[in-house]
T-cell receptor, first 112, second 110 residues
Framework: KQEVTQIPAALSVPEGENLVLNCSFTDSAIYNLQWFRQDPGKGLTSLLLIQSSQREQTSGRLNASLDKSSGRSTLYIAASQPGDSATYLC???????????FGTGTSLTVIP | DVKVTQSSRYLVKRTGEKVFLECVQD?????MFWYRQDPGLGLRLIYFSYDVKMKEKGDIPEGYSVSREKKERFSLILESASTNQTSMYLCASSLEVPQHFGDGTRLSIL
């Protein structure tokens, strides 16, 4: 069974710190991987999409990397701000189907 | 910008009722999805659809059905609501990737 794991479940950092969120998955034969942000009581907002042929994607202060061989992706947030406080979810589309499998997310709090 | 609209943000229904959750997207996307989100379990796929009148079961289809009569609209139906279906329901659409989500419907079954 394909599984996606995000550790830690929660993280608190002071404003201005750089931080890394982790995502691991059980099957290296992935099609693509997507990072989302979810604010309390809201839907998901897509942040970055990495295709299986790519190693990383960048958008502003966010950088996502993909290492298929080790079954890992990281989301790097530079110079964190209180507005970055949210839950970050990783979703993997495995090559065996067109279904995304989601991690349970990391709840990030950036303290002013 | 892609817009995925879920008809209700909050809904309260009673056990045994037939419940309809509606989702509309405005980008002519082929694919539409229904998920439920529960604490500690993350998002789980209930049903998805690749085209009009087409549907596929996800991981947890029991107790649910769907309808896709028009390309822009994907409905989730709880045939006879039960308390264990109290959850946050999220609709998404996509051409291929990325998936675009609505704001969710928080459904309480009493």
């Amino acid at each position: 069974k394909q599984e996606v794991t995000q550790i830690p479940a929660a993280l608190s950092v002071p404003e201005g710190e750089n931080l890394v969120l982790n995502c691991s998955f059980t099957d290296s034969a992935i099609y693509n991987l997507q990072w989302f942000r979810q604010d309390p009581g809201k839907g998901l907002t897509s942040l970055l999409l990495i295709q299986s042929s790519q190693r990383e994607q960048t958008s502003g202060r966010l950088n996502a990397s993909l290492d298929k061989s080790s079954g890992r992706s990281t989301l790097y947030i530079a110079a964190s701000q209180p507005g970055d406080s949210a839950t970050y979810l990783c979703a993997v589309n495995f090559s065996s189907g067109n279904q995304f499998y989601f991690g349970t997310g990391t709840s990030l709090t950036v303290i002013p | 910008d892609v817009k995925v609209t879920q008809s209700s943000r909050y809904l309260v229904k009673r056990t045994g009722e037939k419940v309809f959750l509606e989702c509309v997207q405005d980008m002519d996307h082929e694919n539409m999805f229904w998920y439920r989100q529960d604490p500690g379990l993350g998002l789980r796929l209930i049903y998805f659809s690749y085209d009009v009148k087409m549907k596929e079961k996800g991981d947890i289809p029991e107790g649910y059905s769907v309808s896709r009569e028009k390309k822009e609209r994907f409905s989730l139906i709880l045939e006879s609501a039960s308390t264990n279906q109290t959850s946050m329901y999220l609709c998404a659409s996509s051409l291929e990737v990325p998936q675009h989500f609505g704001d969710g419907t928080r459904l309480s079954i009493l």
